[in-house]
């Protein structure tokens, strides 16, 4: 089946640092890709995605590319500031359906 | 973005009563919505799918009976935690999508936390 593994947290950063959170997966076939965030209070929020491979999503300074040879979509950003802390998720579909599969989330926090 | 909410935001229950929850589309109409559990420190799983008019399609593991949803209309869904235990106490979640190409992703509420006592 599909699932979805994902960098334990959690992450305690200072602004400006760098910030990845590894993300790997299993799925048969060509899933797509995702990254959601969830910001204190409020519901999960699409950060960006990937549908096929090589395929580079991004958005808020975020990126994360899509590696078929790796099954792997690793989320980076640059300079971190302290509105992005949140938590963070990856996941999967199997089609444009969007019944996804998610990692465990992680809890990043940005400190000034 | 397109917005949902989901009602109540958190709810104890007393162990062999029923909690229902709402999620609401606000400004869209919502061909399929989706229903998700998360135990602490674990991933959202998925319970069920539903498309407005039809039965629920419950993934494998989910006793149907014991969680009944129902997709009414277009911008309500329920879910429905009959019989309430404390192994039923969770964070439950629901997204939901439109066919339209314009609203092609998923978009979640706010989610529910479930206390069971």
């Known amino acids: 089946g599909n699932s979805v593994t994902q960098m334990e947290g959690p992450v305690t950063l200072s602004e400006e640092a760098f910030l990845t959170i590894n993300c790997t997966y299993t799925?048969?076939?060509?899933?797509?890709l995702f990254w959601y965030v969830q910001y204190p209070g409020e519901g999960l929020q699409l950060l960006l995605k990937a549908t096929k491979a090589d395929d580079k999503g991004s958005n808020k300074g975020f990126e994360a590319t899509y590696r078929k040879e790796t099954t792997s979509f690793h989320l980076e950003k640059g300079s971190v500031q302290v509105s992005d802390s949140a938590v963070y998720f990856c996941a999967l579909s199997r089609s444009n359906d969007y019944k996804l599969s998610f990692g465990a989330g992680t809890t990043v926090t940005v400190r000034a | 973005g397109a917005v949902v909410s989901q009602h109540p935001s958190w709810v104890i229950c007393k162990s062999g009563t029923s909690v229902k929850i709402e999620c609401r589309s606000l400004d869209f109409q919502a061909t399929t919505m989706f229903w998700y559990r998360q135990f602490p420190k674990q991933s959202l799983m998925l319970m069920a799918t539903s498309n407005e008019g039809s039965k629920a399609t419950y993934e494998q593991g989910v006793e149907k009976d014991k969680f009944l949803i129902n997709h009414a209309s277009l911008t309500l869904s329920t879910l429905t935690v009959t019989s309430a235990h404390p192994e039923d106490s969770s964070f439950y979640i629901c997204?939901?999508?439109?066919?339209?190409?314009?609203?092609?992703?998923?978009?979640f509420g706010q989610g529910t936390r479930l206390t069971v006592v």
């Open positions: 997204s939901a999508r439109s066919e339209g190409k314009r609203l092609a992703e998923a978009f």
């Open positions: 799925a048969t076939g060509y899933p797509s």
